[in-house]
């Protein structure tokens, strides 16, 4: 299996620092570091680390038809395709369509 790494650049970071329910774990979670780390691995055992581009819809796009949401609030954890019907939960179609993006690199 590859890593996958959404990539998130400093400004991201530092607006999700404005959330006060965000901003404890994010302080504490070295990204940069991660990052390394994660690079340094999958050189180490043969893999290859695949970085998804920042704005990249994963929850936003339909898995099945490819429509792409407007808009999703974080709160929203199931939703509908407005187009084929098909009925989502917000984190097993983002890693399905992580999983797409992998097989269409």
Not at 35 to 55: A, C, D, H, I
Not at 71 to 88: D, N
């Amino acid at each position: 299996m590859l890593p996958f790494l959404e990539s998130l650049i400093f400004r991201a970071v530092k607006n999700m620092m404005r959330n006060n329910h965000l901003s404890r774990h994010i302080t504490d979670a070295g990204w940069g570091e991660f990052r390394r780390m994660l690079e340094y691995k999958t050189k180490w055992y043969g893999s290859r680390l695949v970085v998804v581009p920042r704005f990249f819809p994963s929850s936003r796009r339909c898995s099945e038809c490819g429509y792409v949401l407007p808009e999703l609030k974080l709160s929203t954890r199931r939703w509908i395709c407005p187009e084929c019907g098909a009925i989502h939960d917000r984190d097993i179609n983002a890693a399905v369509n992580l999983l797409q993006y992998l097989n269409s690199a």
